[in-house]
């Protein structure tokens, strides 16, 4: 069935880092991709999405691109602050499932001063 | 802009009792669904429908009841509730098709003793 993967934290930066979170997928047909963020005692928020091979989602910094060949839709930002340390959550949607997520277990980050 | 309401925000149980999680969107979404949050294990789908009257299992569907007799309000209950469903329960909802993002309730803390 479908499937997210995505590295396993906790992730701790410095600020003013790089930020790659590895997500790969398994999945019948063509998903839509999504990565959600959950900041600590709220629920999810969409960081940002791509719907089609080769799209590009970007939202506050963070983007991912989906890449069919390799089955990824990695996260990435060139410098993270202190504000960004939350936990991040891959996901893909699913047809037969009335379209609902399927997610990766999640990625924290901290980022330190 | 409520978006996706749920309440109550945080409860008690004692096994064996039942309750009702309340899930109310006022977005006019056809699309619902409930998941739950443990550590270590991302979310997981429990229930979704895909409009009113209509309602079907996800992953962990075992000890849950849902029905959806409007389009705006879609209820988990617990009928005998067990240990192993002390979780954080997320309700969301979207307008359908596989670009369209989730949106997330707050969540309800749901203790089970």
């Known amino acids: 069935g479908d499937s997210v993967t995505q590295m396993e934290g906790p992730v701790t930066l410095s600020e003013e880092a790089f930020l790659t979170i590895n997500c790969t997928y398994t999945a019948t047909g063509y998903p839509s991709l999504f990565w959600y963020v959950q900041y600590p005692g709220e629920g999810l928020q969409l960081l940002l999405k791509?719907?089609?091979?080769?799209d590009k989602g970007s939202n506050k910094g963070f983007e991912a691109t989906y890449r069919k060949e390799t089955t990824s839709f990695h996260l990435e930002k060139g410098s993270v602050q202190v504000s960004d340390s939350a936990v991040y959550f891959c996901?893909?949607?699913?047809?037969?499932?009335?379209?609902?997520?399927?997610f990766g277990k999640g990625t924290s980050l901290l980022v330190t001063p | 802009n409520a978006g996706v309401t749920q309440t109550p925000k945080f409860q008690v149980l004692k096994t064996g009792q039942s309750m009702t999680l309340q899930c109310a969107q006022d977005?006019?979404?056809?699309?619902m669904s409930w998941y739950r949050q443990d550590p270590g294990m991302g979310l997981r789908l429990i229930h979704y429908s895909v409009g009113a009257g209509i309602t079907d299992q996800g992953e962990v569907p075992n000890g849950y009841n849902v029905s959806r007799s409007t389009t705006e309000d879609f209820p988990l209950r617990l009928l005998s509730a067990a240990p192993s469903q002390t979780s954080v329960y997320f309700c969301?909802?979207?307008?359908?098709?596989?670009?369209?993002?989730?949106?997330f309730g707050d969540g309800t803390r749901l203790s089970i003793l």
């Open positions: 996901a893909l949607s699913v047809r037969n499932s009335g379209y609902a997520l399927n």
């Open positions: 791509a719907t089609k091979a080769d």
């Open positions: 977005m006019n979404h056809e699309y």
């Open positions: 969301a909802s979207s307008g359908g098709g596989s670009n369209q993002p989730q949106h």
